[in-house]
């Protein structure tokens, strides 16, 4: 089964849908625009809509021609990201400082394309639930979702997610079971010294070269505390410290983030840097103080749900075209909460080179070019269709 004709014949409508969501981007929690929207079509599709889970959250809900049979949810999210967007083509962002960098805008247009085609069709058994989420972006809506009851209050068998990726060709699919995505947790930590003149540092000690030795034995962490063959990232993003060129602050502050598959691994990274800095520190006659959250745990296919979501891209992209062994991506994905509930598998549609971006120059997520490749909306629209129809055969 190649791209559903009936789908394509709506592609151009699917196009504006999504350049007008991308028009009007909204950030975590906020996405009331983009779900009245997202209700709104749902509803002239025919399928009831329920609203309100986590603030903006939207589930609609198809029975096929018989009720009778599996559940199943299909899940895109909403949200949009901080960014000042550089594009100038017309369906650029007009809330200053919010954009689709992520093509979220991408994600639930193809949902609701083939939440279109198969309230058309209706060709299959049992129940679909779509279910629009609100705040990937580092918030944590789908936790959110799951924990006012998403899967109480709309039973599901197994659950399904899908995320465009920049440098997978476009027309092809990738999935595995077992690991896509990392786990992510952040941590923040006060470096308190002893400030003083910047002509005399040995009256004073100096929490900036203090930081800067914690930021290299954090590196330890991954090359000599962990076993080769696990994948630990961590990172220091943010230095704060300062105001004045000839003063040595009291204080540093530090921010950053972990990355890892393992859940053993990620129980280890906060004490591990914690023993770091505060060895460290102490080392130079400093103190920390480390604050650790943790943010999403990995996103993990169950092998069943991972096979049906492949071969069901494979009937749409052909066999030749889904890539069976990805490298897992060490960014995160808070799809993660809805597959710790329940079985399910998350795939990867490829979004090209990001040649069809404003300037041609390809590039990748969260960048301030970025846009998604409207080409791929009957593609992956055809992937949700074809999934729901395998899953839930008449």
């Known amino acids: 089964m190649p791209i559903v004709n009936r789908i394509a014949e709506f592609h151009d409508e699917m ?32 399928i009831a809509v329920d609203r309100g889970l986590a603030k903006t959250g939207v589930v609609g809900t198809l029975e096929g021609r018989s009720p009778d049979g599996p559940s199943i949810a299909l899940r895109a999210d909403m949200d949009a990201l901080d960014i000042h967007e550089k594009n100038g083509f017309d369906y650029a962002s007009t809330n200053d400082g919010k954009m689709h960098a ?24 049992g129940k679909v639930h779509f279910v629009f989420q609100p705040a990937e972006e580092n918030e944590g809506g789908g936790r959110v979702m799951v924990e006012e009851g998403l899967f109480e209050k709309f039973p599901a068998d197994a659950v399904y997610g899908m995320h465009n990726w920049p440098g997978l060709e476009t027309g092809k699919f990738a999935i595995q079971p077992g690991p896509m995505m990392a786990a992510f947790d952040i941590f923040e930590m006060t470096v308190t010294g002893k400030g003083g003149h910047g002509a005399m540092p040995h009256l004073g000690i100096d929490p900036v070269v203090v930081s800067a ?14 076993d080769p063959q696990d994948a630990v990232v961590v990172s ?25 598959f393992r859940p053993e691994v990620q129980d280890a990274l906060e004490p591990q840097i914690r023993r770091i800095a505060e060895g460290v520190a102490a080392a130079h006659g400093a103190t920390v ?10 996103t993990v296919n ?24 990805p490298v897992p991506s060490m960014g995160a994905e808070d799809f ?21 971006n404003e300037g041609g ?34």
Not at 22 to 32: C, G, L, N
Not at 289 to 298: F, Q
Not at 306 to 325: F, L, T
């Open 15 to 46: 196009t504006a849908w999504r350049h007008d969501l991308h028009a009007h981007p909204e950030t975590a929690f906020e996405e009331k625009r983009t779900s009245d929207v997202v209700a709104e079509k749902l509803e002239s599709f025919g």
């Open 102 to 125: 992520c093509g979220h805008d991408g994600h639930t247009t193809m949902l609701l394309g083939a939440a279109r085609y198969l309230a058309e069709t209706r060709n299959f058994k």
């Open 236 to 260: 220091v993003t943010q230095i704060h410290a300062g105001d004045a060129w000839n003063i040595i602050p009291e204080e540093v502050l530090l921010r950053g983030t972990t990355r890892s």
């Open 213 to 226: 030795a914690i930021i290299s034995a954090l590196q330890t962490i991954a090359s000599r505390s962990h």
């Open 302 to 325: 169950t092998e069943a749900e991972a096979k049906i979501a492949a071969n069901a891209a494979a009937d749409v992209a052909g066999a030749g075209n889904i890539v069976r062994k």
């Open 289 to 298: 103080e480390m604050w650790y959250e943790r943010r999403y745990p990995p």
């Open 336 to 356: 993660a909460f809805m597959l710790q509930a329940k079985p399910g598998a998350y795939i990867w549609v490829g979004n090209g080179d990001g040649a069809h």
């Open 361 to 394: 120059a390809g590039c990748m997520l969260h960048n301030p070019r970025y846009d998604f490749n409207d080409a791929i909306l009957p593609l992956g629209a055809s992937y949700w269709a074809r999934l729901v129809e395998t899953v839930l055969a008449k």
